[in-house]
């Protein structure tokens, strides 16, 4: 397991403590809602959805969450801004921890910054992502408002190394302060599977240790992209899963603070997976701090013994 030298930030986003030194803070779980494909979607432009299987699916994330103490957010997807409003407006009476909201439509995003202010959840909500794409009206929305967290995109098409990846990052946290943003959650970003997977790992490692940030990954977006998985013998809902749980558990054991593992239907096997490794680490870690003199604290996950 991982020590740093470098003083860790905890960040609360929205009740929820997140970075500091491995094992410190339990990993938290950021489950995906509203996503095209997913068997509660029914329009994604209007953004109408099974609420009841929804509301199935958020009951039983909160039953992993007292079962494992690990916490969990939650990412609301919204094509357009009619969509995201609605989704939003759902999840906020539905969920009362953080939530996430991202878009690859500007409008939709934009209209969400503006809404969060309006039915005042913005002390709750975390905006995906500053990254190098965005454009000066979005920012201006962003710094206009009262939401003050989000998540750093480290991603360019240049950036190939660590030192570019690392430099694209500490440029984006710099926008990220300029427009008001004061609880950062760094994503290195993941890249399909043959095209750069791999190296998010090592520079969540590298952010840890020369910025002392706290960190993110998407890390089910290489097995979703992956065609080998994608083949006859191999599409099947046991391979797919145990793909995103390998990806989630990786992503944890390189100090990762934050985990998107994707759709919500995976919850108990992610959640389980990441518990069962969250001792191992506890294990390590502590033997680590009785060797290293250090008398730091550090999450005790449950045995269930």
């Known amino acids: 397991m991982f020590v740093f030298k470098k003083e860790q930030q905890i960040f609360d986003?929205?009740?929820?403590?997140?970075?500091?030194?491995?094992?410190?803070?339990?990993?938290?779980?950021?489950?995906?809602?509203?996503?095209k494909g997913q068997p509660i979607v029914e329009d994604t432009k209007k953004g109408t959805f099974d609420k009841s299987l929804a509301l199935e699916w958020i009951d039983t994330a909160t039953s992993m969450v007292e079962k494992t103490g690990h916490p969990l957010m939650i990412q609301a997807y919204g094509r357009t801004p009619e969509a995201i409003v609605n989704h939003l407006t759902w999840l906020s009476e539905h969920f009362k921890g953080p939530i996430l909201f991202e878009s690859i439509n500007a409008a939709a995003r934009q209209r969400a910054i503006e809404f969060c202010d309006e039915i005042g959840i913005h002390e709750r909500v975390i905006y995906n992502s500053i990254n190098l794409s965005m454009k000066e009206e979005e920012?201006?929305?962003?710094?206009?408002?009262?939401?003050?967290?989000?998540?750093?995109?480290?991603?360019?098409p240049r950036a190939t190394s660590l030192p570019d990846r690392l430099k694209t990052i500490i440029e984006m946290v710099d926008v990220a302060r300029e427009i008001g943003v004061k609880k950062i959650l760094i994503d290195p970003a993941t890249l399909p599977v043959g095209?750069?997977?791999?190296?998010?790992?090592?520079?969540?490692?590298?952010v840890k240790s020369e910025l002392g940030l706290p960190t993110c990954l998407?890390?089910?977006?290489?097995?979703?992209?992956?065609?080998?998985?994608?083949?006859?013998?191999?599409?099947?809902?046991?391979?797919?899963?145990s793909s995103v749980v390998a990806s989630?558990?990786?992503?944890?054991?390189?100090a990762t603070d934050a985990i998107m593992y994707g759709s919500m239907i995976r919850t108990k096997e992610v959640f389980i997976a990441v518990s069962l490794i969250s001792n191992a680490i506890a294990t390590a870690i502590a033997e680590a701090n009785s060797v290293l003199g250090i008398d730091r604290l550090f999450f005790d996950p449950p045995t269930h013994q």
């Open 218 to 241: 998407g890390p089910h977006n290489a097995p979703s992209a992956w065609r080998f998985i994608k083949q006859p013998d191999f599409n099947d809902e046991s391979i797919q899963t």
């Open 195 to 206: 095209a750069g997977y791999g190296l998010e790992y090592r520079t969540t490692i590298a």
């Open 13 to 35: 986003f929205g009740g929820i403590s997140v970075g500091g030194h491995p094992g410190e803070n339990p990993t938290v779980l950021i489950g995906g809602l509203f996503f």
């Open 248 to 254: 989630t558990v990786a992503a944890q054991l390189f």
């Open 139 to 156: 920012k201006e929305a962003l710094k206009n408002s009262s939401l003050d967290m989000a998540v750093v995109l480290g991603w360019s």
